[in-house]
């Protein structure tokens, strides 16, 4: 019965602390986006050669004999 009286106060005390912290992380804004994490690791970095080669092709119109790929 004497060990209640110290662990009711430290559970306590711990569950409190786990509040505190909760509420400062929504706070200092850790859970404002959850989305966006999650869905930058299925995309790669820009490459810059990959722009260099899509200005490229823009910059030079298609010429009229060049086969368009089929559209769906």
């Known amino acids: 019965m004497p060990a209640l009286y110290v662990m009711i106060p430290a559970a306590l005390l711990i569950v409190a602390i786990a509040i505190y912290i909760f509420f400062w992380a929504v706070d200092s804004g850790q859970y404002d986006d959850l989305?966006?994490?999650?869905?930058?690791?299925?995309?790669?970095?820009?490459?810059?050669?990959?722009?260099?080669?899509?200005?490229?092709?823009?910059?030079?119109?298609?010429?009229?004999?060049?086969?368009?790929?089929?559209?769906?």
């Open 35 to 72: 989305d966006g994490p999650a869905h930058s690791i299925l995309f790669d970095d820009q490459d810059p050669s990959h722009k260099a080669a899509v200005d490229e092709a823009s910059s030079h119109p298609a010429k009229p004999d060049d086969k368009a790929p089929p559209h769906a």
